[in-house]
């Protein structure tokens, strides 16, 4: 079985490198900026480059689909890199041909917030797609970067659509009629993002679930069938958004950045501040073969299993990751 | 009389600095950044502390009204700082109190795109000020910058005027009623500018006159009169919008940034792409005495003369430029 996760944002660690060998995963996207800036960004890049040779036995850097099977033949976990927010190319088209040459293959055009190019979940209105935005997804589209609207509020989402050229994903989200989070997204884009032949990676972070933590893994496997009858089994797979190991200050820092003086406690609330705990079914990378068991035990045949699993993703990339 | 420009951009020489003097200007707000970064707004500041080393006998720098008028006694032209965009404070609130300490009068809240706080005049559509942007404003009122919204939407201009604590301006531009430009303001956003205490600063910009640069002074000084009558005559003074000696790359700079990779050309056109000519009534600082002697010629008290040349910016400027 081939195993892609479409989001990780952990505290890296050969522990957490070797929970990834030892659940079968051939292939994460890892998020790499947030909030930062084109140099902090670099040094991002550089600490994982740290990474890669530290932990080279189990892990190397991967820019296209051959290269992820690769890795899979050699027994290592890809890492595809990719910013959950445009702050990395600043106020700069250039920038995107850049990184993509640096091994970014996902941008945010937005993260939860108002950005340079399009809307975030949080606003509470959404124009649509920038005059810059407009510019940077051509280039997206020319280079061969994913547009992630998976932070980005509805207007902006069906735009960036409809303007792009490629298809493109929702790495980590679920559905609204699942489970009605400001992060989740609504009949209407899973729609217009299916029939556009764009990806949905489904969040098993705990404020995308029904009943958060104590979701099960029926009913998540549940929504799965759901969403596959809506958009299609051919356009759905697995976008965790884990994020093990890492501090409280962590998630601050993604939530308020350097843009908010008071608290915005995003998802979270005062008294709920923190990490929120995760499904016992999901709560590491040795628990991909419970989600393939659970979507079995849903219904789903050995092929579409497959395809949820990591071929959809697979396919996506191959078709994604090189110039048009 | 006293003589306050509320805003310039020109390629400040000797000479021009000696055509202030001749003026009789005591003091201008100079521009020092269109889409600079933080650390490339600290090397534009590097550059004017440069010029007030060289030309010290002509010009100084000023961060209050007082410092303004000792400035006129010594016989030097005041200079004040500001941003035309938000880029310097990048996605930081707190550089908005660091660039205060560093001479920084005003901040327009974005320039002619969407800006991370608040929608430009050339975008489709404007959702108003963002969740950064109630932020930033806070942040300004408690240190004393000015919010500056003369490149700004129209919903959020008025959004900044409500939200601000303290009175706004808009230091460039003039009403639609006399010439229906996008970077003109409309009857709403002049009422409520002068219902709010804030101040209207009137443009010479050739794009922003009735009849660009064929524009006559007494067309002027009867816009003037009109704007007068609409939001009243302690709310409207001077603000250029001189450019003066500047190359046409950075006309090009401005209207282009580091965003667009198809050329924008702004409120000029690819066959009219360079700066525009100034009327022969104001092409440079010597010009002023024009102005105050078209605005009593069109009727206004020499009492109005001196609001409309100066006093008006300086009572604006003794209650906004420190700590609320």
């Not at 195993?3 to 292939?27: A, K, P």
């Not at 140099?39 to 994982?48: H, K």
Request: aromatic share 10%; charged share 20%.
């Amino acid at each position: 079985m081939l195993t892609i996760d479409g989001l990780q944002y952990s505290n890296w660690s050969r522990s957490i490198f070797e929970q990834m060998r030892e659940g079968g995963l051939d292939c994460v996207h890892v998020t790499i900026a947030y909030h930062e800036t084109c140099q902090e960004t670099l040094r991002n890049i550089g600490q994982w480059n740290k990474l890669f040779e530290q932990h080279g036995d189990l892990i190397c850097p991967v820019g296209s689909a051959s290269e992820l099977l690769k890795a899979k033949q050699e027994g290592k976990t890809g890492v595809v890199f990719g910013f959950q927010n445009c702050s990395p190319i600043e106020d700069d088209y250039s920038l995107v041909e850049i990184f993509h040459t640096l091994g970014v293959r996902f941008m945010q055009l937005s993260y939860n917030n108002q950005s340079l190019l399009a809307t975030g979940c949080y606003e509470a209105k959404d124009p649509g797609i920038t005059r810059f935005g407009k510019q940077v997804i051509r280039e997206m589209n020319r280079v061969g970067m994913v547009i992630d609207m998976s932070h980005s509020a509805e207007l902006s989402t069906l735009e960036a659509i409809e303007l792009s050229e490629r298809p493109i994903a929702i790495t980590h989200a679920n559905p609204v009629f699942f489970e009605s989070a400001l992060r989740n997204k609504s009949d209407t884009v899973i729609k217009a993002l299916g029939e556009s032949g764009g990806m949905l990676g489904f969040s098993l972070y705990p404020f995308h679930l029904k009943n958060g933590p104590d979701c099960t893994l029926a009913e998540f496997c549940q929504m799965v069938g759901d969403a596959a009858e809506m958009m299609g089994v051919d356009h759905i797979g697995i976008g965790s958004d884990l994020c093990q190991d890492q501090a409280n200050s962590v998630v601050e820092w993604m939530r308020n950045g350097r843009w908010s003086k008071t608290t915005d406690f995003g998802e979270g609330s005062s008294s709920n501040a923190g990490w929120p705990r995760q499904p016992d079914w999901f709560s590491n990378s040795t628990h991909y073969g419970n989600i393939a068991k659970g979507l079995t035990d849903h219904g789903f045949s050995d092929d579409d299993v497959e395809k949820v699993m990591g071929k959809n993703w697979l396919r996506f990339f191959e078709s994604s990751f090189s110039a048009s």
